[in-house]
C-alpha cells in the first residue's frame, strides 16, 4: 500500500524532490564534519537553508507537488548562500581553490576542509541550480533585496557589537572586515562599506537571474503555443 501510494506522489519522485534532498545532505554533512561554530556567517545562513529545504520536502510530501513553499523566502536564502560562497571564495581566501585543503595530509584538517567545501561550495551551487531551474520565477522583485540585506548587515552590527563589549568572547571577530583592532574604526568602516556594496550587487544578480530565467521561460511557452 505505500509503494502504490508513493508512486502516485510527483512530489516525492520528481527532479526538484532530488536535488532538495541532496542539499539537506550536504548541509547536515557540512555541519557534522569538522568543527562548526554559530557565530560564523557560513553556519547561520546553511542552517537557515537546512530549515527552509527541510519544511520544502515535508511539504512536497504532504501535498504531493513538487512546488516549492514561499518563492520570495527561497530567492532569500539563495542570496545569503551565494553570498556565503563568494564572500568566502574572494574576500576570505583570496581567490584560491579549496581543493588542496581537501587532500591535506592531516586527515583531521582534512575533514573539517571538507565540511567548509560542502557549506562554501556544494550547497549554494545546489540551491542555486533549484532555484534556477525549478521556479517559480517573475515573483521576486528589485525591492525585496533590501529585506535580503538586513540579515547581513544585521550580523555584522551584532558581531562587531558582541565583540566590543564581551572581549573575551569566543570567535570574537569572526571575520577580518569585522575586526575593529586591525585597522582601528576609521579602517573598518571604509573595508564594511565595501562588503555592504557587494552584498547589494550579489542581491541585484539574483533578481536579474530571476527575471532572465522568467523572460527564457515566457518565450518558450510563447513558441510552444505558436508552434
Do not use: C, K
Amino acid at each position: 500500500m505505500m509503494a502504490r501510494a508513493n508512486s502516485r506522489n510527483p512530489g516525492v519522485f520528481s527532479a526538484a524532490f532530488v536535488v532538495r534532498a541532496a542539499i539537506v545532505i550536504v548541509i547536515v554533512a557540512g555541519l557534522l564534519l569538522g568543527e562548526r561554530r554559530f557565530p560564523f556567517f557560513t553556519s547561520q545562513s546553511n542552517l537557515i537553508a537546512l530549515g527552509y529545504f527541510v519544511t520544502t520536502l515535508v511539504l512536497m510530501v504532504q501535498r504531493r507537488a513538487p512546488a516549492a513553499p514561499a518563492p520570495r523566502l527561497r530567492a532569500a536564502v539563495t542570496f545569503w548562500l551565494l553570498t556565503t560562497a563568494l564572500i568566502s571564495h574572494f574576500l576570505n581566501n583570496h581567490g584560491e581553490s579549496p581543493i588542496p585543503g581537501l587532500l591535506d595530509p592531516n586527515p583531521i584538517v582534512a575533514i573539517d576542509n571538507t565540511g567548509l567545501f560542502l557549506l562554501h561550495y556544494v550547497s549554494p551551487a545546489l540551491v542555486l541550480l533549484d532555484w534556477l531551474v525549478f521556479g517559480p520565477h517573475g515573483i521576486v522583485r528589485w525591492r525585496d533585496t533590501l529585506l535580503w540585506l538586513l540579515f547581513p548587515i544585521g550580523y555584522g552590527v551584532v558581531m562587531i557589537t558582541r565583540g566590543m563589549l564581551l572581549p573575551d568572547v569566543n570567535d570574537r571577530w569572526p571575520y577580518p572586515f569585522l575586526d575593529p583592532t586591525t585597522a582601528g574604526v576609521a579602517g573598518m568602516i571604509p573595508a564594511l562599506g565595501r562588503v555592504v556594496l557587494i552584498l547589494a550587487a550579489i542581491a541585484l544578480a539574483v533578481v536579474a537571474l530571476d527575471r532572465l530565467a522568467w523572460a527564457l521561460t515566457r518565450r518558450r511557452v510563447s513558441a510552444a503555443a505558436a508552434g
